[in-house]
Structure formats: structure tokens, C-alpha cells
């Protein structure tokens, strides 16, 4: 056996595979490719595979085609460090592709064919050609295979894997694969349930095949660099035919998700969580405003109006006038509903698949921190209840012209949109309809300057509007103006309804001259908080109070209630005496404030 100390190719076949393993233990100490082909009907090869060869250091070729006995895989498989070539052609009694310690990284290419061993063999680090492969199954059973786990394995790009009938679960975790294409990579696969790409940074597409797709119901997707491989925690009370969890660096791969989604799946069958991401972040959007970062007061993870300060030289005129009242702003909408899709950091150019799946499929919608987005998607949004955004410098409006739907959001959320000039235009065609709005209950906004109007009005009630809260938003004239091609002629005299609104609260809306650029009527209206409006000439009508009914409280300025235009459908009478702004109740220092701050510079 001495002279055997170079040889780098071994391939045995036949009766005595099993027999020659044990013999040559120790030896061979650089063999690269091995192959135990076909052995005879023999104890399972695995436990003296894992004694003899698995330690080999230098082996690059491993092959054990028609080891029809093998149970396992020899554990000490992962020792093979510079393995790139594993093939378990018809190892049809393997229970699943799985070692305690995980394949090894090197492995570049697998190949598991049920129909059989192929008819030739490379001398090449590659797997046989498709064509070298049975066309036929040898057996009518097929391979047992429940589970194969490439996890890890971050050289792998090439696998060929065919007809395995029981096959439930494939992670592709952490590999190099590119495209997973179901119509050459992995076919016959028709029991596939669930399938991982965790941490694939290099994949840009899946080619499904129509065989693969009703079966599947769990997919889990990331291709961020550096992602780990855990899976993601799955809710195993829904009951959906699919759950897609995916946090995605490239548009493309969208057009894979939308696949499935799109043409095999009706919105109430499917939940995701869908993530898009830049390859390039640099952390979030600057906002408009630097946060003053000293005498600062949370509340949750938000800032009131007197810590929004655009430099911090004038800070020492807070110490002369006193602290005002927070103008806390809530903190944002935190629930993810079935279908949910979040789009954030850096820049994003947004597929089209993107935006078939948004619009016919999600629930909840969050954006944030994005810099290349002119506007949001036109489509019919049937399904949207929560739409969030913040921090988007280029986003010119939420929903341009030719969206609609609009049936089930509930809530609009809005923080540091610096361009945006509206929610939804009010000219051109718009596919709103009697229904659209109708479950709207609550709607925050902050800090959007170029703000003109939030709302058009085209229907002649908001009848779900509980909460209204939109402040530091400098050029806003009217929260909703009348949509100018179309809108029910009777609201021009009765007004809009606003039967369940109970809160208003406007910070900081200095041009605002009403609410609604008609009469609006809100007779359940509890609380009116407003301060820094200082155009404001109109309040909502309440009408006078019956029974037990208490007046509507207000708090506002006292140079505001002054100058407020009153008639007989709103008078001071319908609101409780008001409560004035507390910056009246300190007095500021009889010399000048600049010149104050001057001398104690």
C-alpha cells in the first residue's frame, strides 16, 4: 500500500466496496476523488466510510452513487475540509441529507438523482451532465429523503436533484446559488413544503415550476450580506396555504415572489412578511431637522416641539422663556398585519412585481428611510389597512393619479416626509368610489413642511374618522379640499360628516385656515387641542349639546378663539370656556431676547 501514497483517484464498484473501505484505512493520504459506486447488498457503508476517508484533508470528489443501504451520512463528513463535490444518486434509503457539524463550506456541488447513478463520471470537479443521467427511475418506490440541509455550505452554485416523491424541507441557507431553477436544478420534488434561502447574498431569481408550487407552503428568503441563517419564527396557528418570509437586496427577485403570489394564490390563502432593502445603506435619511440632542425628553421613541431645534446657538433662550407643554406625537402603528411589506434604507428602484403584489396583496405598509422615490404606486389598494411612512426626502406624494380601492385603511401614519405635498391628488382621474375611506379612523401626520392638503373629498362622509393629529406641517391650508372633478353637489350646503371623530389635535399649522374646505360637521367631536394655527378662522360644527352631553373642551390660543368666525351652526356656546396656551403665563425679560442672548454669549 506504500506505493499508493500518490494516488489522488480511487473509484471502486461492486460486491466488495465495503471490504476494500475497511482495508484501506489510514492509507491514501492524497486521494482527492473517491468513489464507492453500486456496492452489492451489504451492512450500511456509512459507519466504515466515517472511519476511514472523511478525515481526508486534500478529498475534493466524493461520490456514492447506488449505496442503496445507506441510512445516513457518515458523520465525519464534515472533516472533508476541501470537499466541493458530494453525489448520492439513487441512495434511494437515505432518510435526509443532514450531519450533526453541517456539510462542509468548501462544497461546491451536489448532486441526489432518484432515477439513478449517472452513466459516466467526469475526472473534473463537476456533476455529470444531465444527459449522462437515467431517464427513467430504476425503482418504483423512489428515494425516502425527507429533509436535505445545505446550510452553510458558501461555495455551493451548482445541484442537480431529481426525482425525490418525499422530499418535504431543502435549506439552501447561506449558499452561493444565484438562480433556483425547478426546471434543471430540482425537479420532481412534488411533496416540497418547505424551503430556505437564508442568507443567500448572490440569489436574483427562482424559476418555479407549476409541479412545485401548489405544495409549497412555507418560503423564507434573505439575501442581505452578512444575514444570518436562522429561520424566521413562523405562527404555526394561521392557517395559510403559504407563508412567505423575505428580506430581499435585489429588485429582481421580486418577479420571483410575485410568481407564486400572483397567479396561484388569492390574498386570503397567503401571509408574508416582506422586507426590501438597499445593497447600499448608509444608515437613515437625514431629517429635515437636526435633533437637538441635549435637554432631551422621550416620550417612547418620538420628540416634542421644543426639541425640534435646528441649531443648538440659540439653546440658551429655552432657559429664558421656560419649557412649553410637550406636543407629544404618538408613537407609530406597531402591528404587522398577515400580509405585510416594509421597503427601507438607502435607494430603491421598484419592480413592477413590486407593485402588482403591494396593491392586490398587502395589509400593512411600511417606508422608511428611502431616498429615490418620486411617489408611491398607482394600483387598487383592496387590501391596505395601515400605510407608515417616514423619513423619505424625495417622496412627492403617497398614492399618485389612478390609485383607488382604498376599502380597509384604516390608518395613515406620517413622520419627516420633506416634499411630500399630499395623500392623494385631488385633480385627475382617481378610482375612488363610495367606498374608499370608509373604515379611515385615524390619521397622523408630522413634520411634512411642503404639506398643501391631506385628503380630497369626493364622498359626502368620513364615516369611520376617529382621530385626527397632524402637526409641524407649515404649508397646510385645509386637511381635505373638494376633489375637483367630482363630488356630491349637496356637500356645498349639508357639509361633510364626520359622525365619529372625537380628536383633533393641530401643532404648528401656521397658513391653516380650516379643516375642510367645507362646512364640516362632527357632533361626537370630545377634544379640540390647538396651537401655533394662527390662520385658523373655523371650527367643525358639534351642534349644541342634549341630555347629560357634556360641551366639547378646547384648548387654543386666545389670539386664535378671537378671531374665529361664528354663526349660528358654531358658536362659542357649543365648546366648553377654552383653555389658553400656557406660553402666555410666564413673562419674558423686558429687554430684547436677541439682545439678552447677545450679552450672555
Known sequence: MGLMDNLMELSIEGVWCWQYTTRLQGQLPNLRWFRVIKPACRPDISAYLGNSFMHKEKLEILDLSGNSEMKILPNGISKASSLQVLILDDCNDLKNVLVPDGLPHSLKSFGFDGYGPAFHRASIVELPAKQEHPSTPTTKEGASVSSISLKGCTQLENMFVRGLPNLVEHDLSGTAIKTLDFSTMVLEVPML????????????????????IP??????????????????????????RLQVHASVVDARLFRSLENPLFHHYEPEDVCFNIHATSPVSNGPVQSIVTYKEKKV??????????????DGRYGDLQDIVGDAPMQVFPNPPTDKFNRHIEIAEGSHVFDYALVRVMTRFVESLHVHDVSTIGSMFSGKWT??????????????????IGSGGFLQLET???IDLRVARWVCNKTGYQD?????FRNLRCLRLCSCPSLQFVLPVWVNSFPSLETLHIIHCGQLRHVFVLH?????????????????????HLHDLPVLQQICEVKMVAPNLKTIKIRGCWALRRLPVVGTRSGDMKKRTAEIEKDVWAVLEWDGEVCPDHFEAPLHSRYYKKKLPRVSVLRYSHLHM
Open 193 to 212: 413544503k418547505q424551503l430556505f434561502l437564508l442568507g443567500c447574498k448572490n440569489l436574483c431569481a427562482i424559476i418555479w415550476s407549476m409541479a412545485v
Open 484 to 504: 375637483q372633478l367630482w363630488y356630491p353637489m349637496e356637500i356645498s350646503t349639508q357639509g361633510v360628516a364626520f359622525p365619529k371623530l372625537a380628536t383633533i
Open 432 to 436: 375612488y368610489n363610495d367606498g374608499s
Open 412 to 414: 395613515i401614519w406620517a
Open 215 to 240: 405544495s409549497l407552503n412555507l418560503l423564507c428568503i434573505d439575501t442581505r450580506a452578512g444575514a444570518g441563517c436562522r429561520p424566521p419564527s413562523i405562527d404555526q396557528n394561521k392557517s395559510f
Open 383 to 400: 387590501f391596505l389597512r395601515q400605510c407608515r411612512m417616514e423619513r423619505c426626502p424625495k417622496l412627492d406624494e403617497f398614492f399618485p
Open 297 to 310: 425628553v422621550m416620550h417612547g421613541d418620538q420628540l416634542g416641539l421644543l426639541q425640534l431645534v435646528q
